[in-house]
């Protein structure tokens, strides 16, 4: 068992560099096995979502080198098999190989995916996607299988009944390839998709209105290889904008695209955080004082869900309340318990976080129940007196490259070690 050991007290200061976004790496890379010749991803992120990806992609035949951040994925020889369900299992993402298999084989055999638990995600809109695009789709035996080789995928009108960014680029992924138009409407517009219909635009798709709520795709026939540079990780960049603004003597944050954060950027600002925003970079002056404040998470261009958590510690050093409601994910509160571990005056009622400071955190041995609330933890450690051991970090490696590296190098006192 892997387990990072923090000793608190420790100021952060220098600066760290944002790397390729995970949640547009892991759709990316399924998009890519569209063309037809090789696609090279340039930013890719050394995190275990990508090798598992990448290992996925080797079971069907797909050459992938990955080295210094750049994938290069070479689709040529690939084959339609059913995908390994022991990887899926670990891997939430894992679903964007529906769109991008009915796309392009018009059949595939995808298994459940698994990923973080935070509540019941279904993938009800993405199969409705398919199915209004001409699949024929079935579960069962835990693997989704889809088919659409008797008269081919046709473009259709989509409505998201919720606006989902998942099934948004899953259904685009498919759509690329279909016959006519295809219109999605209440589309999601995280910049993500954007990347992600940058990406197949540069392959030779025609996608118009990505970051809109109305996608517009005309199917063509082929696509062909390109090169693409990821956009900075925006929940890496606010986590790390988080640990600087609780534990910082001054920090610079390169790498990142603030008008992705912009939502989050006021909140910090509304707290009494300082913060110096340049073309590509956030300097995070040293904090004084803190108020307390309240988030409500909506889909973007709203406070982002994967931010919650990682802002939490910071909410706990304010002064006087600050409360949390999670419209994305309601379960999203398995952090709570554990800060309450180590002495933080936080609660929860119904869907309501509830957090009164200032708070001095004691180091404690605590469980990461997922990636963010992970980061929300190694933050708890950076602040804590004592030492924090915080488990289950293999949630935190699926979305946080060399964090580790980057942390000591800002001064922080943290390892991992393995047990048994």
Not at 82 to 96: D, E, H, W
């Given at each position: ?85 022991g ?5 939430r ?49 835990g ?28 259904v685009m992924?498919?759509a ?10 209440n ?34 026939k ?58 590509d ?30 802002l939490?510690p ?36 119904g ?28 933050t708890?450690?950076l602040?804590?007196?004592g ?34």
């Amino acid at each position: 068992m892997k387990k990072f050991v923090i000793n608190g007290g420790n100021p952060l200061k220098g600066e760290v560099t944002i790397n390729g976004a995970k949640n547009s790496a892991v759709a990316l890379i399924p998009a890519a096995i569209l063309a037809d010749s090789p696609v090279t991803l340039d930013g890719m992120p050394d995190i275990s979502d990508v090798h598992s990806l990448k290992e996925i992609l080797e079971i069907m035949g797909v050459k992938v080198t990955l080295k210094d951040n750049q994938m290069v994925i070479d689709p040529t020889g690939m084959v339609s098999v059913p995908m390994p369900s022991g990887k899926i299992s670990s891997l939430r993402a894992s679903y964007y190989f529906m769109g991008a298999l009915l796309g392009k084989f018009g059949e595939g055999v995808v298994g459940l995916p698994g990923g973080c638990f935070l509540g019941p995600r279904p993938i009800d809109l993405h199969i409705k996607g398919f199915e209004a695009l001409g699949a024929d789709v079935k579960t069962e035996h835990g693997a989704t299988y889809l088919d659409a080789t008797k008269e081919g995928l046709q473009g259709a009108r989509i409505f998201m009944d919720v606006v989902s960014i998942g099934a948004t680029i899953n259904v685009m992924l498919a759509a690329v390839k279909a016959e006519g138009r295809t219109i999605i409407e209440n589309a999601a517009k995280e910049p993500e998709i954007i990347d992600v219909a940058t990406l197949l635009n540069n392959m030779g798709a025609k996608i118009r209105g990505a970051g809109t709520d109305e996608i517009r795709i005309d199917g063509v026939k082929e696509l062909h290889g390109c090169r693409h540079t990821i956009i900075p990780d925006r929940i890496e960049a606010g986590t790390y904008i988080s640990m600087a603004a609780a534990a910082g003597e001054g920090v610079l944050v390169k790498n990142v695209i603030h008008e992705h954060i912009e939502s989050f950027i006021s909140k910090l600002e509304e707290m009494g955080v300082e913060l110096e925003i340049g073309e590509d970079s956030i300097f995070v002056h040293p904090v004084k004082e803190l108020k307390g404040t309240s988030i409500k998470t909506q889909p973007y261009p709203g406070f982002a869900t994967d931010l919650q958590q990682p802002l939490t510690p910071l909410m706990l050093l304010a002064k006087g309340e600050s409360t949390l409601v999670d419209t994305i994910y309601q379960k999203r509160v398995n952090h709570i318990p554990e800060l309450a571990r180590m002495g933080a005056n936080a609660r929860v009622e119904g869907n309501l976080i509830i957090l009164e400071g200032p708070n001095k955190l004691q180091g404690a041995e605590v469980a990461a129940s997922d990636l963010r609330a992970g980061a929300c933890l190694v933050t708890a450690g950076l602040l804590a007196e004592g030492e924090t051991k915080v488990t289950n970090v293999e949630h935190i490696l699926r979305g946080y490259d060399s964090i580790i590296e980057k942390l000591t190098t800002l001064g922080a006192d943290i390892r991992m070690i393995e047990e048994d």
